[in-house]
């Protein structure tokens, strides 16, 4: 069994790698429980595999944004500080997701180029903040920066595939998501790229991950307006022919709007 009051994640490789090993399993049994109990036989099997690791996924945001959100508020390290056993242990079994997910994604036909890049930067510089006991401040800065957003974020995406896109329901986790996402990495993610980059302690790779995720945040922040200003013209077209969403389920009327079959998948995660 695994004690974690009595094992070394700050200096002591083979620790650090059993508990990823632990957390690997760990996620993998999740799926694997998810992917028996839940059922959903009216859609195609790409779609019940991508929402069954969205589940995943979510559970893994829950727990590693109040984990980095207790490092951030309480132990409250300077950028520059020394790896602490929180933040190891943060990492890596956020690092033995992003790989189980990468894996996952990868054996059933869900992964795309933006996944592929994006995991393996995540993977990369968690590796390097372990192995070099520094730049831990600054990627759990990130990830609670990028987990606030989370649960919004996959729901969203799964009332979609459910074909409740056309609904409040879809809105409310729409702008739940966009909202979150533009606070915080609006705000948190260039404090963490502005403190980071000056740390001679923090390994250059982690810079890179930290810059990229800011780069990242600016461009979807972008994309999240373009989407807003059209969902502010289609809400203009409804309210003209008096056609109004429901919670629960898709108003037929939508069929009248002029937009309805000619809307793209906004790749806004």
């Known amino acids: 069994m695994l004690n974690l009051e009595n094992i070394d994640l700050v200096n002591s490789t083979s620790n650090q790698v059993k508990v990823f ?10 799926f694997a429980i998810i992917n028996q109990k839940v059922h959903l036989k009216n859609h195609p099997k790409k779609i019940q595999d991508d929402i069954k690791n969205r589940i995943v996924s979510i559970i893994h945001g829950a727990i590693t944004f109040w984990a980095a959100a207790y490092i951030v508020l309480v132990e409250q390290p300077s950028f ?25 994604c990868l054996y059933y036909d869900l992964a795309d180029m933006s ?15 372990t192995i070099s006991k520094f730049g831990a401040p600054s ?5 609670m920066s990028a987990e606030v ?14 074909g409740l896109r056309h609904t409040k329901l879809y809105e409310a986790c729409e702008w739940a998501y966009f909202a979150l996402y533009i606070i915080f990495r609006g705000s948190l993610v260039p404090y963490m790229v502005w403190n980071t980059w000056p740390e001679s302690e923090v390994p250059l790779l982690v810079k890179i991950t930290a810059t990229g995720l800011f780069l ?39 069929q009248e709007l002029s937009y309805i079959n000619n809307q793209r998948k906004d790749k806004v995660f």
Request: with cysteine; glycine share 2%.
């Open 216 to 254: 990242q945040s600016v461009y979807f922040i972008f994309e999240m307006k373009k989407i807003l200003t059209r969902q502010y013209f289609q809400y203009q077209e409804r309210k003209k022919k008096n056609i109004h969403h429901y919670w629960f389920s898709v108003n037929p009327r939508v």
């Open 149 to 162: 957003s989370n649960f919004p974020m996959h729901m969203r995406v799964i009332f979609r595939q459910v």
């Open 80 to 104: 520059g500080a020394v790896n602490s056993q929180t933040m190891q242990f943060t990492m890596i079994i956020s690092a033995s997701y992003f790989v189980y997910d990468f894996l996952a």
């Open 21 to 30: 090993c632990y957390s690997f399993f760990i996620w993998t049994s999740i």
């Open 115 to 129: 996944l592929v890049s994006h995991h393996s930067l995540a993977i990369c510089g968690y590796a390097v903040a």
């Open 139 to 143: 990627s759990i800065w990130g990830l």
